[in-house]
């Protein structure tokens, strides 16, 4: 038989287990920087949300200040109709009572015209009298 190198076979051995330990190593090594990238992204990812979560909350604040802003714009509109309302409540009493006042004007008018014609007609009819007057006094 043969004599088996020991010494050989120990030492290939040896170097067998050297490389296994050596190749675990490396797994664990490449698992590690697998893990601490993985930390790493995660980190980052909730970061992100955590930015996200801010801007959502931003933009609800944003949201209520708009809804606000929009409530005071409509009372203030509200208002302001009601003030329109009341200016043309208020316009259309005016224009009746100018159009009373005009009514009652042409009437004085009218009556003025009337009594001008009637001083017209007795300055007339006074004058008629008066030359008959005078007609009778000559002829008696």
């Known amino acids: 038989m043969d004599k088996i190198d020991l010494p050989g076979v120990t030492r290939a051995a040896v170097h067998r287990e050297i ?62 109709l009601n003030i329109l309302e009341a200016s ?10 100018k159009n009373d006042m005009m009514l009652r004007a042409r009437e004085r008018m009218a009556e003025a015209e009337e009594a001008q014609r009637k001083a017209a007609e007795t300055a007339t009819y006074k004058d008629e009298m008066v030359a008959k007057a005078e007609k009778l006094i000559q002829s008696a």
């Open 88 to 97: 043309n409540t208020k316009k259309k009493e005016i224009e009746t009572f």
């Open 19 to 80: 490389r296994k330990v050596d190749q675990r190593n490396e797994e664990k090594e490449k698992k590690a920087a697998k893990v601490t990238d993985l930390s790493t992204y995660k980190a980052e990812l909730l970061l992100r949300v955590q930015e996200h979560v801010n801007d959502l909350e931003k933009l609800e604040c944003k949201k209520e200040d708009l809804t606000k802003f929009k409530d005071e714009l409509l009372a203030k509109a509200e208002e302001h």
